[in-house]
Structure formats: structure tokens, C-alpha cells
């Protein structure tokens, strides 16, 4: 097994890449995410003002028409109405009858080759009568997906005379503007990772510097010499280290002269030993 060691600067420098290419995973996911948030949104959005758009026009129409249109000529009254309407706004508009039965369509494909019934389902038709103004379904047909959204045609005095169906095309995020999005953001990902390395590769630099100094300053270490304090002003950690250095250096120092001084004395006392056995 091969055991690979780093030094303490390497390890610095790689957590710090780590640390950067995390938060780099992290902030693309949170990026990507708003972006398909947005899209939601703006679809939401978009669908609202146009079927508000829609409730104004029906509402001047029946206007027009002393308030009230009878049952049995909604598909006449309301198919040239309900194909501008359809055109303007790029949507596909139904209308139903009360009890659930296709009326009149804007589209000009079979209502049915488009993957939708041609009576209502019975759940929407629930929804409504139990005070749901505004049910929304979602459908999806040959890779397409729909937003089906339903809502009461009233006269002049609040009558339900028709059920009015928005199908609207919902836009998934587009390919191409995906793609774009995410070449963009690597580019910039790119960029700041090479600026942001070489600025860890700087500090970590920094932070062992003054680490290196005292193991260069450890490896020259000779007691019989006059070695030197390491200078360090600031009070931070290296500082704590460097004076605990100073100290042990003077502590070494102490106790290599004395143990020097008790050598020579013990020299001492032997030679006279020896001398007085002489004698």
C-alpha cells in the first residue's frame, strides 16, 4: 500500500480548493434551481393575466348580448369569439356544456387527437360544484405537457350557463437556453476557480511561512553557539508558538550550561582524586 503523505501546506491549500469547489457545487444547484423556480413562475403568471384577459372579453360579449346567451346557441354565439380569443392569446380554449359535454373548441385538430376527452373529467366537474372556482389539472400527451385550468361562464345574474377550459401549453425550460445557461455559468465558474486557487495557493503560503522559519530555525539549532530569538510581533497563534520556542531555546540553553558546568567539576574532583592517590 502506497502511503502518500502531505505537508501541512498542501493540505491547507487542498482543503481550501475543496472548500471552493463545494461551494461552487452548491451555488451552481441553488442557481439552477431558481432558474427552473422562475420558470414556474413566470408560466404561472403568464397563464393568470391571460385568463383574466379572457373573463373581460366574455364578460363584454355577453354584454353586448343584453347580459345572457341560452344553452342551446353558446356554440353558435361563441365559436367566431372563442377562435379570435384563441389566436390572440396563442392558448386553446373549450367550452363545455354544464354537465360536463364538449360544446365548442378552438382548436382546429380533433378535440380527441389531443390526448383529451371529450367530456370533462368527473373530479373537475366536482371541484366546481363544491365551491372550487378555479380547478387546475395537469396532462401530459406525446411529450407535451398541458395546464388544463376550468371556471364557471356566468350571465348578468351570476347563472351558470357554460364551463370555460384554458389549455395552456406549458413551456418546459428550453434546451437551448439551458445549455447556454450552464456554458455560461462554467465559463464563470472556470474563472473564478483559477482566481480563487491561486489566491489559496497565496494564503496557504502565508499561513506556513512562519511555520517553516521556525523548523529551518529548529534544524540549525547548536547550543554551544549564541542562537537567537525568532522575532514575531503579532499575538496569534504562530505568536504563541514562537515564544513557547524563545522559552524552550532558553530553557535548553540553561540547562546545557549547567550540565556543562557540572561535568567540568566532576573533571575536576577526579583529577584531584587522582592526583592525592598519586601522592
Do not use: C
Not at 501541512?8 to 441553488?30: D, E, P
Not at 420558470?39 to 373581460?56: G, T, V
Not at 445557461?181 to 472556470?190: C, D, E, R, S
Amino acid at each position: 500500500m502506497i502511503n502518500v503523505s502531505f505537508t501541512l501546506r498542501q493540505r491547507i491549500y487542498f482543503s481550501m480548493l475543496m472548500l471552493i469547489l463545494i461551494s461552487f457545487v452548491i451555488t451552481g444547484m441553488t442557481a439552477f434551481y431558481n432558474f427552473k423556480s422562475e420558470n414556474e413562475r413566470y408560466n404561472q403568471e403568464r397563464l393568470e393575466r391571460k385568463e383574466r384577459a379572457l373573463q373581460k372579453t366574455m364578460s363584454y360579449f355577453l354584454d353586448e348580448n343584453n347580459g345572457t346567451i341560452a344553452e342551446d346557441s353558446l356554440a353558435i354565439q361563441f365559436s367566431d369569439v372563442l377562435v379570435e380569443m384563441a389566436d390572440v392569446h396563442s392558448l386553446s380554449i373549450n367550452m363545455y356544456d354544464l354537465n360536463g359535454n364538449i360544446l365548442i373548441s378552438s382548436s382546429e385538430d380533433r378535440f380527441d387527437d389531443l390526448g383529451f376527452d371529450l367530456t370533462m373529467d368527473y373530479s373537475v366537474l366536482k371541484q366546481l360544484s363544491t365551491g372550487n372556482d378555479r380547478p387546475v389539472t395537469q396532462k401530459t400527451h406525446k411529450d407535451k405537457d398541458y395546464i388544463l385550468v376550468f371556471w364557471y361562464l356566468t350571465d348578468y345574474l351570476d347563472k351558470k350557463i357554460a364551463i370555460v377550459n384554458v389549455k395552456y401549453d406549458k413551456k418546459n425550460i428550453d434546451g437551448g437556453e439551458l445549455k447556454r445557461f450552464l456554458v455560461q455559468l462554467t465559463q464563470i465558474y472556470i474563472l473564478l476557480f483559477i482566481g480563487a486557487s491561486l489566491l489559496a495557493y497565496f494564503l496557504s503560503n502565508y499561513i506556513t511561512k512562519s511555520l517553516q522559519k521556525i523548523a529551518s530555525k529548529m534544524k540549525r539549532i547548536d547550543l554551544s553557539g549564541d542562537e537567537q530569538h525568532i522575532q514575531w510581533e503579532g499575538k496569534d497563534e504562530i505568536g504563541a508558538l514562537v515564544r513557547q520556542y524563545n522559552r524552550m531555546l532558553d530553557e535548553v540553553k540553561l540547562s546545557a550550561e549547567r550540565l556543562a558546568k557540572s561535568e567540568r567539576e566532576s573533571a575536576w574532583r577526579e583529577m584531584a582524586k587522582q592526583v592525592a592517590h598519586e601522592i
